[in-house]
């Protein structure tokens, strides 16, 4: 079974200051998705971010990029030019891409990201 | 505009009586997916289904139950048999294959006293 570790519980940065969010997983599989989506205190799970396996290239959203590292395993989220609105849980998340795979996605516990003006 | 309706967004029940959930969506999405959400516990997986009159359990299936009638719509009961059933509740829809990310409802948080 995969599972996805967010081990840092809370982060705080500087608003206009970047910051990297941390996301581990575990899976025997070579073909996946991981996803990244923020919670803000109105608790409605938006997505902020895709990332497919089997593209090299990081995906970048504004000012949210990835950092994939397939062979480690790792995929940190960071976020450039912090806002206000920034504030919010982030959780990761992992969906197996194989043929005839349901559609669930595995959650990592969160992390609170709060945002000093 | 197509999205995920959830309501109430707060609902309050007494111990020992059952209660459903609404989820609606208009994504013309086939899978859909309950969500339990308690502080320090990530969301968990209570019930999905990927095309109506199917569902499975997840990983948090005793005390609830499902039904899927209509492409659209995946009420969930939580019963007296749920131990602890106070929480905050998601619903979301993805479609089936592809990326299969999934969007979200509002949320309803649920409160047994």
């Known amino acids: 079974a995969q599972t996805v570790t967010q081990s840092q519980p809370e982060m705080s940065v500087q608003e206009a200051e970047t910051v990297t969010l941390s996301c581990t997983y575990d899976t025997s599989e070579s073909d996946y998705y991981l996803f990244w989506y923020k919670q803000p205190p109105s608790r409605q799970m938006i997505l902020v971010i895709r990332q497919e396996a089997y593209k090299q290239q990081n995906a970048t959203e504004n000012r949210f990029s990835v950092n994939f590292q397939k062979a480690a395993k790792s995929f940190s989220l960071k976020i450039s030019d912090s806002q206000l609105g920034d504030a919010a849980m982030y959780f990761c998340a992992y969906r197996s891409a194989l043929d005839g795979a349901n559609s669930k996605l595995t959650f990592g516990k969160g992390i609170t990201l709060s945002v000093r003006p | ?113």
């Open chain 2, 1 to 113: 505009d197509g999205g995920i309706t959830q309501s109430p967004k707060y609902l309050f029940r007494k111990e020992g009586q059952n209660v459903t959930l609404s989820c609606e969506q208009n994504l013309n999405h086939d899978a859909m997916y309950w969500y339990r959400q308690d502080p320090g516990q990530g969301l968990r997986l209570i019930y999905y289904s990927q095309i109506v009159n199917d569902f499975q359990k997840g990983d948090i299936a005793e005390g609830y139950s499902v039904s899927r009638e209509k492409k659209e719509s995946f009420p969930l009961t939580v019963t007296s048999a749920q131990k602890n059933p106070t929480a905050f509740y998601l619903c979301a829809s993805s479609i089936v294959g592809g990326s299969g990310e999934q969007y979200f409802g509002p949320g309803t948080r649920l409160t047994v006293t």
